[in-house]
Nanobody, 121 residues
């Protein structure tokens, strides 16, 4: 069993930065971990993911070059550094642990509790 507890998020102006953290308990060392987000009235969408080592990452096109996902296995924590934030990044962000397929699909098995990120224009 894996439990994910998120922290970070909040309100920021456009162009600003935020960092989200996700602390994991349980067997996550061989698991892909990453982030999804869900804006009001929209489906949850993939944002970013890192493999077990932290050396392989994948991003949604909408965040490439602005967001960085990383993990610290010694701390069982995964991070999402968000720079150059835009109003369209406003959403509830969810940490996830699961399986990443070579097709590009990240199947989340475990979810964090979600945290609100609001970017004002």
């Amino acid at each position: 069993q894996v439990q994910l507890v998120q922290s970070g998020g909040g309100l920021v102006q456009a162009g600003g930065s935020l960092r989200l953290s996700c602390s994991a308990s349980g067997r996550t060392f061989s698991t892909s971990m990453g982030w999804f987000r869900q804006a009001p009235g929209k489906e949850r969408q993939f944002v970013a993911r890192t493999d077990w080592s932290g050396s392989v990452t994948n991003y949604a096109d909408s965040v490439k070059g602005r967001f960085t996902v990383s993990r610290d296995n010694a701390k069982n924590t995964v991070y999402l550094q968000m720079n150059s934030l835009k109003p369209e990044d406003t959403a509830v962000y969810y940490c996830a642990a699961g399986t990443y397929y070579t097709s590009g699909r990240f199947e989340a098995i475990y979810w964090g509790q979600g945290t609100q990120v609001t970017v004002s224009s």
